[in-house]
């Protein structure tokens, strides 16, 4: 599941002060967030910073890599505060914000999905003595990969930047056809093989 996933790896954080400038992290790296034995830790130490005085805001995202995301100067307007790159939608990408938070020792973070997953299609013909001749699979108004950025605003909203990728669908090398008395259960004629993701979201 998810959180095993995550566990098994990093993600990366940053932090503003609420409505201004960014003060855990920099424009161009966040700070890698580690799971040590059972709770999530600064993956350098020294990293580790004091709480300001007043409320903090905060944007994270998960696979973290070293340039995975950028960030803007201060959240002081309504713009994009975090740009997730090189989503490639061939793996999962989650992303969390947590706003105008008071001190805690442990700042909560929800993860959501950037990507949804088909894992396949399945037809099943309801009508007696009726074939249907599937030929092409597509899902329209969407991609299966692209060079694409993931764009998280102020409030935690995401929506896509410079999708370039193609559509995602698929083209059966035979025609299946499929009849109710062929298969009474349904025919898998599409399946995601190659764990492709689709870009499907533009909020949380």
């Known amino acids: 599941d998810n959180a095993t996933a995550m566990q098994n790896g990093s993600f990366g ?15 161009n790296k966040a700070i890698e967030q580690t799971w ?4 999530w830790e600064y ?6 910073k004091y709480w300001p005085d007043g409320k903090m805001d905060f944007y994270a995202y998960f696979p973290y890599s070293e340039n995975g995301a950028t960030f803007a100067e201060s959240t002081s307007n ?9 989503a490639t939608g061939n793996q999962d990408v989650l992303f969390a914000s947590a706003i105008n938070q008071n ?7 929800t993860f959501h999905h950037a990507f949804s997953k ?15 001749v599937v030929s092409k699979v597509e899902f329209i108004n969407t991609q299966s990969s692209a060079n694409s950025q993931i764009l998280v605003n102020r409030s935690g909203k995401a929506k896509y930047g410079n999708s370039t990728g193609s559509s995602c669908g698929t083209t059966l090398n035979d025609a ?23 870009l499907a979201t533009n909020g949380t």
Do not use: C, H
Request: aromatic share 8%.
């Open 36 to 39: 040590q034995s059972s709770a």
């Open 176 to 198: 299946e056809t499929i009849s109710t008395t062929s298969n009474s259960s349904g025919y898998t004629v599409w399946s995601n093989s190659n764990n492709k993701y689709i």
């Open 103 to 109: 001190y805690q020792e442990r700042v909560p973070l």
């Open 78 to 86: 309504d713009g994009t505060v975090m740009t997730i790159n090189n």
């Open 13 to 27: 954080v940053v932090g503003y002060k609420t409505g201004s400038s960014i003060y855990l992290g920099t424009t």
């Open 118 to 132: 088909i894992n396949s299609v399945n037809i099943k013909v309801e009508l007696n003595d009726v074939d249907v």
């Open 43 to 48: 993956a350098t130490p020294t990293d580790l």
